[in-house]
T-cell receptor, first 112, second 115 residues
């Protein structure tokens, strides 16, 4: 039972363009959604999050959009830079619990 | 420097030989957790701990043990490793409370091979 799906295993984008990474979930109890970025040979690092009371959260070049009715969230990176090349994981959870579910990840490659 | 450390970083062992992977954080975090990463499966939570002496199972706890005797340390124990436990393991911690309660800091990973 896969509660979190990132259906695009990989994505290539030209430098300066927009990168859109998608994440779908099935559990309606999720009310907090995080994105992590992972470089090779390193642990994941927190990138941005959104609460279910919002539908958008911005932090510099990164924006996360949440569509609760569709159980879908997306991460937009504008403009994309070569240093953004990494694997991105979405990780939703339910407040008050500490069981994290991670998606399978999307490998983003930003071409110079 | 605020960090989560794991040791060893690489380990090759044989089936049935007990091993421990250590994890330590210097941020006074309440919450700690262990994950394994496998190709095509993302990160899966093994065990987590909300505080000293408080631990609970994640999604894939079979074959693993943990303990939390001190706040800063959260070792992962494999009593009788098997080849299906060959994986990349990450330890993580977070405050567990306040505004940034769920933003986890991850260690650099331990690559384990069980022959």
């Amino acid at each position: 039972d896969q509660q979190v799906k990132q259906n695009s295993p990989s994505l290539s984008v030209q430098e300066g363009r927009i990168s859109i990474l998608n994440c779908d979930y099935t559990n309606s109890m999720f009310d907090y959604f995080l994105w992590y970025k992972k470089y090779p040979a390193e642990g994941p690092t927190f990138l941005i999050s959104i609460s279910s009371i919002k539908d958008k959260n911005e932090d510099g070049r990164f924006t996360v959009f949440l569509n609760k009715s569709a159980k879908h969230l997306s991460l937009h990176i504008v403009p994309s830079q070569p240093g953004d090349s990494a694997v991105y994981f979405c990780a939703p959870l339910t407040s008050g619990t500490y069981k994290y579910i991670f998606g399978t990840g999307t490998r983003l490659k930003v071409l110079a | 420097e605020a960090q989560v450390t794991q040791n060893p970083r690489y380990l090759i062992t044989v089936t049935g030989k007990k091993l421990t992977v250590t994890c330590s954080q210097n941020m006074n975090h309440e919450y700690m957790s262990w994950y394994r990463q496998d190709p095509g499966l993302g990160l899966r939570q093994i065990y987590y701990s909300m505080n000293v002496e408080v631990t609970d199972k994640g999604d894939v706890p079979e074959g693993y043990k943990v303990s939390r005797k001190e706040k800063r340390n959260f070792p992962l124990i494999l009593e009788s490793p098997s080849p299906n436990q060959t994986s990349l393991y990450f330890c993580a911690s977070s405050t567990g409370q306040g505004r940034f309660w769920n933003e986890q800091f991850f260690g650099p990973g331990t690559r384990l091979t069980v022959l």
